[in-house]
């Protein structure tokens, strides 16, 4: 069987690795959401936001916004 992640479930485990300092990590999930087409809610973003700017990754935010703002405006077939 495969799991299919909903944007909550991947919230929650993108939260739960910003916490534990695995900004990395979480990032990798939070691309994966969107190029799976999975809109993240704006916590997911935000909490991912602030894990990046604590952590001094600005060109990595910047890298995942403009990412999200290319998808997010793609057409749909």
């Not at 909550?8 to 739960?16: P, R, S």
């Not at 990032?27 to 001094?56: H, S, V, W």
């Amino acid at each position: 069987k495969q799991f299919c992640p909903t944007s909550e479930n991947l919230y929650v485990l993108i939260n739960g690795l910003c916490d534990q300092g695995k900004i990395k990590k979480a990032c990798k999930f939070f691309e994966e959401m969107i190029e799976k087409g999975i809109q993240p809610p704006a916590t997911t973003y935000n909490r991912l936001k602030n894990g990046l700017l604590d952590a001094g990754n600005e060109d990595v935010l910047k890298y995942l916004s403009e990412k999200m703002t290319l998808l997010t405006k793609a057409p749909s077939d």
